[in-house]
Nanobody, 115 residues
């Protein structure tokens, strides 16, 4: 049974940083693309960052240059380093395994950016 557990969400002030982590069990993440999604209040869930098995990353324009996705295949984890956080980044963040049938998400972790 695949399990994804996100951690690292918190309440921070604008301009601060956070690092989200996603730990997986029941699956070897190295075999899959991994994504970080977010759902802001009143909005649909959106893909913000994607990383291939060999470490190539892509980002949505709104977070380019501020967020960095990375993976540690030996530890079976994926991370999202978030710098220069803005109030618009407030959302529940989910990691996901990108199966051919669609993404499989974890339960999410709340990030709130507010002064």
């Amino acid at each position: 049974q695949v399990q994804l557990v996100e951690s690292g969400g918190a309440l921070v002030q604008p301009g601060e940083s956070l690092r989200l982590s996603c730990a997986a069990s029941g699956i070897i993440l190295a075999n899959y693309r991994m994504g970080w999604y977010r759902r802001a209040p009143g909005k649909q869930r959106e893909l913000v960052a994607l990383i291939t098995g060999d470490g190539r990353a892509n980002y949505v324009d709104s977070i380019k240059g501020r967020f960095t996705i990375s993976r540690d295949n030996a530890k079976n984890t994926v991370s999202l380093q978030m710098d220069s956080l803005e109030p618009a980044d407030t959302a529940v963040y989910y990691c996901a395994v990108e199966f051919s049938t669609g993404p499989y998400w974890g339960q999410g972790t709340q990030v709130t950016v507010s002064s």
